[in-house]
């Protein structure tokens, strides 16, 4: 019960606000029991490696500290990168932070050949600090993005030329790194590549670059600093590498979640674009994720998973994911926070961060992520998809757990009572769910992109009619299918 209050407000804050109150009661007592009862682990979309975590501080030197920010190394198409002995190669950020001097964050490297055994490299730093007081990555040089292109070995960091003991607070830039071999690393004699614009949306900061190759063109997500203290998502492209980088949107935030962001990872799969981001406005700070068609404008789908529970390695928080597709799965690593402690895990996203639902006949009911189980999981996709983070498929009848045409929280509290062991579900989809499921409720009333649907019932109809209230009850007419009725419109 530890995060009951914040799971509330969450869910609260996915629904739009439109929860009703009454003399401090929402409407639905149903769904405040439901969000206050969750654990944290129970509120994610993923699976952590029970050995976790996976690669830990060092005993001395640059890294006695904390380690965190693993990125694995992707090919520019990508792919996992996989050297000749079968290794993958993570590099991921170390710091020397003693309580009494300022961390210098640095760049490491390490090795594995299952993702979960890692090596450290012995010529660790392979990217470290430079020498020089007032240089413009004197400070910190934190990797944001390293790419395996062709024969080259690329990186982009954050370069900062401030200590904190300075009092001055950050200044941190762009910077860009190229190696040969991806352990010895040349910087960019033209550093930093990108910097702080004057009016911009980065006037103070640029944190967290995120590079890929789109075809014949370079993008660059990172988080934006200004004035205000903001930090939200900014855009930059280049036919280069090293650049020169322009600024897109005028250099004003392409995204703007609601809250302080820090960026992580950004890919293209099948023509979009998915954003792994780190909500930085309260603590503790959680993995989230974003979708775009043309990397400007961006959807929040929602937290993707949560610190774990109290007396794990990372209860106070997660952060820096990285991500990979391997052997038919997507891998998650990821920074761990707990009291003293930051280390590096690992997870697997379910079903992956497309999140689409999609129904079936002989489909277990309340299966959502189709992974023939019944768990908190399938709970949560239909958690966010009355919440209009993701959508409803087509189909519902493999959501409607509670058998009452409709898909509600109540089908929500009877997926977690499954869970618990408390009831039983061996019902499947039948053959004949291949009609057209229109609307969808919670109980007397709901609200869908900020509008009060009442009792928007669903029922089972064949193609080319539609779900309406009739006495009371859903009935199938010959209403065009497709729309969400308000009752007011069918009295």
């Known amino acids: 019960m530890k995060y009951a209050f914040f799971s509330f407000a969450l869910m609260f804050f996915l629904l739009g606000g439109c929860l009703e109150f009454n003399g401090g ?4 007592e149903l769904e405040k029991e439901v969000f206050v009862s969750q654990t944290a682990e129970q509120t994610g979309l993923v699976s952590r490696f ?14 006695k500290r904390l380690v965190f920010n693993p990125r694995i190394l992707k090919n520019a198409d990508g792919t996992a990168f996989i050297d000749e002995q079968k290794r993958y190669w993570m590099y991921y950020l170390g710091g020397n932070y003693d309580g009494t001097a300022i961390s210098l964050d640095q760049t490491g490297l390490a090795f594995s050949l299952d993702l979960i055994e890692w090596q450290k490299y012995s010529g660790n730093p392979v990217l470290p600090v430079s020498e020089n007081f007032g240089d413009y990555d004197f400070a910190d040089v934190q990797t944001g993005t390293v790419i395996k292109d062709g024969n080259v070995w690329r990186l982009w960091y954050s370069s900062n030329r401030r200590l ?7 200044f941190v830039t762009v910077s860009y790194a190229v190696s040969s071999d991806g352990m010895n690393w040349e910087k960019f004699s033209g550093n930093p590549v990108l910097v702080q614009g004057e009016g911009d949306d980065d006037s103070q900061d640029l944190y967290s670059p995120a590079v890929i190759k789109d075809g014949n063109i370079w993008k660059m997500w990172y988080t934006g600093h200004n004035s205000w203290g903001d930090l939200k998502l900014m855009y930059a492209i280049a036919s280069n590498p090293e650049g020169p980088w322009t600024k897109q949107n005028n250099g004003k935030y392409v995204f703007d979640p609601g809250f302080r962001m820090f960026s992580s990872e950004v890919w293209k799969q099948d023509n979009t674009f998915f954003l792994l981001y780190v909500n930085y406005d309260f603590y503790p700070y959680r993995i989230r994720l974003a979708k775009s068609s043309d990397g400007i404008y961006w959807k929040d789908f929602g937290v993707l998973f949560y610190e774990g529970n109290q007396g794990e390695w990372d209860n106070l928080s997660v952060y820096d994911p990285s991500q990979v597709y391997v052997n038919g799965e997507w891998r998650i690593f990821y920074t761990g926070v707990t009291s003293g402690e930051w280390a590096i895990g690992t997870a697997v996203p379910y079903p992956d961060f497309s999140l689409e639902v999609e129904c079936s006949s002989g489909q277990l009911v309340g299966d959502a992520d189709k992974d023939g189980k019944i768990t908190f999981r399938d709970a949560d996709l239909i958690r966010r998809m009355i919440a209009g983070l993701i959508d409803f498929p087509e189909n519902l009848c493999c959501l409607d757990v509670s058998n ?3 898909v509600s929280i109540v089908d929500v509290v009877k997926i ?3 869970e618990a062991g408390l009831e039983e579900s061996t019902r499947t989809c039948p053959a004949s769910c291949n009609g057209i499921l229109s609307g969808y409720c919670s109980g007397s009333r709901h609200c869908i ?3 009060f649907y009442d009792n928007c019932f669903i029922c089972s109809c064949p193609e080319g009619s539609s779900c309406v209230k009739i006495n009371g009850q859903p009935e199938c007419t010959s209403v065009v299918s497709g729309s969400l009725i308000p009752v007011s419109a069918l009295d």
Do not use: C, F
């Open 25 to 28: 009661k929402a409407v639905s």
């Open 50 to 63: 029970e050995g976790n975590p996976v690669l830990v501080k060092g005993e001395d030197g640059w890294e």
């Open 164 to 170: 904190h003991t300075e009092g001055l607070g950050d």
């Open 404 to 406: 009452d045409n409709r």
């Open 416 to 418: 977690l009572r499954i």
């Open 449 to 451: 992109n900020g509008t």
